[in-house]
């Protein structure tokens, strides 16, 4: 099947913040988080740049087509390596511009844009709604992550209803291990909203692979609103630091509790019609070692 990855990273030097206090980049994969020392990603990501490069060599491995790269509040505002990024790799990435309440912002050679509702400076979807009517006139997507359960679902959800045809990927899966995750799950119902899994193994880590519980959410998510809206994402690179880029998704593949059609759409087939993917190349695996 073809694998699409609709939630990754990249940065050149990490310039963003937690709670207003910066985060930084270090060496051996590491970032000042706050004023806190974490592994960011894995350690043989030695210069504290998250290249794209390093992300395509990863796909290749796992056999991924595409992927869809996204920002955050914590990496800074990373527009200009993320166009450098698809102008390498045209075929087989799609950006994201990066929106910062306060800052200027553009889709001019973007696919669509990254709104982190959840890390707002001050409350409110619906004042932004410019943003969301560009992309709409654009033909562009919007990608969102909201704050947990249904704090801000009332509010994206008069934005679907005023532009029913702006397409709307919500990250996280919802936030799927906060109390009323569901709720966001059910925005999806509407005919351009879909949700992405970036992060699902994140959520559900201390569980750790092969992770049933997020398999089990995956399929309660599929209930709502149908196994035709629902993509996976890997959130790369932070996910690394516990398991393999190829673990993040092939959790999935050997699961026996998700039939071989609906695994066909989750992985690839719901993401190439939602981003647009032209004809994403096949990669073929390169046989390892093991």
């Known amino acids: 099947m073809t694998i699409i990855d609709a939630h990754a990273h990249l940065w050149k030097a990490q310039t963003g913040r937690r709670d207003n206090v910066p985060v930084r980049s270090l060496t051996n994969g590491q970032s000042d988080f706050g004023g806190e020392i974490r592994q960011m990603m894995p350690p043989y990501m030695l210069s504290g740049e998250n290249s794209p490069d390093m992300l395509i060599s990863n796909m290749d491995y796992a056999g991924v087509s595409g992927a869809v790269i996204v920002g955050e509040v914590m990496d800074g505002n990373q527009d200009s390596y993320f166009l450098d990024a698809k102008n390498k790799y045209p075929d087989r990435l799609k950006v994201c511009a990066f929106f910062d309440e306060g800052e200027p912002y553009t889709l001019d050679g973007f696919d669509g844009i990254k709104i982190c509702a ?6 409110g979807i619906q004042k932004h709604f410019d943003i969301f009517e560009k992309a709409n006139e654009q033909n562009k997507f919007v990608c969102i992550e909201l704050e947990d359960g249904d704090a801000q679902t009332g509010e994206l959800e008069e934005i679907i209803q005023q532009l029913p045809d702006l397409k709307i990927a919500i990250g996280h899966f919802g936030m799927v291990t906060r109390d009323k995750w569901q709720e966001q799950i059910k925005l999806a119902r509407y005919k351009n909203v879909f949700v992405e899994s970036g992060g699902i193994t994140w959520l559900f880590n201390e569980e750790f692979y092969p992770y049933p519980s997020a398999v089990n959410a995956i399929n309660e998510a599929a209930d709502i609103c149908g196994f035709d809206k629902l993509m996976w994402g890997s959130d790369y690179p932070r996910t690394m630091v516990e398991i393999t880029y190829k ?7 050997k ?16 993401a190439i019609k939602f981003y647009g993917f032209d004809n994403p190349p096949k990669i073929t695996p390169i046989p390892n070692m093991l």
């Open 118 to 123: 959840c890390k707002l400076k001050t409350p």
């Open 247 to 253: 673990m993040s998704f092939d959790f999935i593949t």
């Open 255 to 270: 699961t026996n509790q998700i039939s071989d059609e609906s695994k066909a759409k989750f992985l690839g087939e719901n």
